[in-house]
């Protein structure tokens, strides 16, 4: 067994994460950067130290997790969601069960609750979002973001939904109260049903194709039938019958 299969088994058993489900080339590429600037020589030292050491292992967890996230990433998809997909789901009820899966930062689940707001009232949102990393759902729940991650956003809902402090931007309260966060590993938890929308953009690159297969598999058990898949603009699904899905619009899959 190699240090790196060896350093897999071992993050497996301390954390549940399994890195074998991640592409190896990526994986091992970032990672080898970590642990270099750190000072290790190799996959083993790391390991033990890893063991050890709760700051490092959260710092592992981060490099691991990929929290590159932004308001409103893609706009033309967002206007898609709002001018289509929204007003369809609410033929058929005001009431929305919606999950932002690997929410990062909290950009996209907070985008979610900013469009629907153009249909419903605030008090009638409510978005879930999860992550595997609980570092990232703490800085979700904090709300506080640079000016580049609000390039997207359009102006109107940038002074609705914003406040300035300092050079950052701070999501109101009203909008933080839509979006419930709560740790959640897409490789190996249950998932939630009934769903009319779930939101997955820009993760599923990082993953094996057998990963993908079951996350893809786990997410149409989890739509109600007519419920919307929303991917990432690199993550086409090319053969969405096998997951009983339809192409509603580009990017967007329709539960049969």
């Not at 592409?23 to 270099?36: D, V």
């Not at 130290?49 to 998809?77: G, H, P, Q, W």
């Not at 640079?146 to 939904?161: G, N, T």
Request: charged share 30%.
């Amino acid at each position: 067994m190699s240090d790196y299969e060896q350093f897999i088994d071992g993050i497996k058993r301390k954390t549940g994460i399994d890195l074998s489900l991640y592409k190896e080339a990526q994986m091992k590429r970032r990672l080898t950067s970590l642990y270099e600037k750190k000072g290790f020589r190799n996959f083993t030292e790391f390991l033990h130290a890893l063991e050890r050491d709760r700051d490092l292992m959260n710092e592992f967890l981060d490099r691991m997790t990929i929290n590159v996230s932004e308001f409103y990433r893609n706009a033309k998809r967002w206007e898609v969601l709002q001018n289509k997909i929204f007003p369809m789901l609410l033929k058929n009820s005001r009431k929305l069960k919606i999950w932002s899966a690997a929410c990062s930062t909290g950009e996209e689940p907070y985008t979610i609750s900013m469009v629907l707001s153009n249909h419903l009232p605030l008090s009638q949102i409510n978005v879930h979002a999860t992550d595997i990393d609980e570092n990232v759902i703490q800085k979700a729940k904090l709300g506080l973001y640079p000016e580049r991650s609000l390039a997207e956003v359009p102006a109107d809902m940038k002074s609705k939904y914003f406040h300035t402090e300092g050079q950052f931007y701070k999501i109101k309260e009203d909008i933080k109260k839509t979006v419930t966060y709560k740790k959640h590993n897409l490789l190996k938890d249950t998932y939630d049903t009934n769903y009319d929308l779930i939101v997955c953009r820009n993760v599923m690159i990082y993953f094996t194709e057998e990963a993908k297969d079951l996350i893809y598999q786990n997410f149409s058990k989890s739509l109600r039938s007519g419920g919307i898949l929303f991917v990432g603009s690199t993550e086409q699904i090319f053969n969405p019958s096998r997951y009983d899905f339809e192409v509603e619009d580009t990017f967007f899959y329709r539960k049969k």
